[in-house]
């Protein structure tokens, strides 16, 4: 089993920053991908951002240059620095870690709640 705890959400008003991190920890292959979601009031989930273990990262293009992916391998840790906050970005942000081939395996954390006002 795989737990994922975030932190760092909060309110926040438009343009300003936020830096959400998650932490591993339990049965974790030496291969994974570590992914940021998020799931705003009446919409489906949208992924946001990927790190794979050999830091190949992806973007949504709604977030493209304004938010940022890092990860420590060693520590096990993912974070998202989020930048030029709009309220759209306003969601509760999970983090996912998702391992295995055939099958694969997904874990996400309890979610933390990112506001932004207008």
């Known amino acids: 089993q795989v737990q994922l705890v975030e932190s760092g959400g909060g309110l926040v008003q438009a343009g300003g920053s936020l830096r959400l991190s998650c932490t591993a920890s339990g049965s974790i292959f030496s291969s994974n991908t570590m992914c940021w979601d998020r799931q705003a009031p009446g919409k489906q989930r949208e992924l946001v951002a990927t790190?794979?273990?050999?830091?190949?990262?992806t973007y949504a293009d709604s977030v493209k240059g304004r938010f940022t992916i890092s990860r420590d391998n060693a520590k096990n840790t993912v974070s998202l620095q989020m930048n030029s906050l709009k309220p759209e970005d306003t969601a509760v942000y999970y983090c996912?870690?998702?391992?295995?081939?055939?099958?694969?395996?997904?874990?996400w954390g309890q979610g933390t709640q990112v506001t932004v006002s207008s």
């Open positions: 996912n870690l998702r391992q295995g081939s055939r099958p694969t395996f997904d874990y």
């Open positions: 790190r794979s273990i050999s830091y190949i990262t």
